[in-house]
């Protein structure tokens, strides 16, 4: 036996009529000045952001002090306000890059708009000396969290030089007997 096909008064799924939402064929225009992405425009957002700049570790201390003012005055003239700036020093890479195995490496505080954050990235890939940047949104400080405190080391190395370098046993292991 054969099913015989009924014609069906909806489209199949697969013809061009179908869509599971309408969307204009034209898209609507935006009115002029009118915020492209909702975070845009006049409310004026300002976030906390820090940045991990690492500078070629061959540059002149004045170059690098004038990366950094350059970036402080970029913050500044487009109104943010400017938090800090941590120096960790020259530190080894984990890899090379550009084949230079080490860098300086500053830690950058500070609060602006968007608009301003995507121009200071802009500007900083552009940058020679400049061997890589990572902007994040800073966490504002919580109990579980305190606030981050200047220092010349990250936490984690820290760690390490606290603890004791000889303490490889603890200090009630026993004796191992060997069979002779």
């Known amino acids: 036996m054969t099913r015989s096909r009924r014609a ?11 869509s599971l939402r309408q969307a204009p064929l034209i898209p609507e225009r935006r009115a002029q000045g009118e915020a492209a992405r909702p975070r845009e425009g006049d409310t004026g957002t300002v976030n906390p952001y820090e940045i ?30 400017w938090q800090g700036e941590d120096s960790w020093g020259r530190r080894k890479l984990a890899y090379e890059i550009d084949k230079k195995p080490e860098a ?9 708009d968007a608009e301003t954050l995507d121009e200071l990235t802009r500007v900083l890939k552009i940058t020679d000396g400049v061997l890589r940047h990572l902007a994040v ?10 606030a981050r405190e200047p ?16 303490a490889t ?11 002779e």
């Open 52 to 81: 991990m700049l690492l500078l070629d570790a061959e540059l002149a201390e004045e170059r690098q002090a004038e990366i950094l003012t350059r970036t402080r005055e970029l913050v500044t003239q487009r109104g943010g306000t």
């Open 151 to 166: 220092s010349s080391a990250p936490p984690r190395a820290r760690e390490y030089a606290a603890a004791p370098a000889a």
């Open 8 to 18: 069906s008064p909806r489209p199949p799924l697969y013809s061009t009529g179908f």
């Open 104 to 112: 300086f490496y500053y830690l950058l505080q500070f609060d602006c």
């Open 169 to 179: 046993e603890p200090a009630d292991a026993e004796p191992v007997q060997t069979a």
């Open 137 to 146: 949104r800073r966490l504002p400080p919580t109990a579980t969290m305190p």
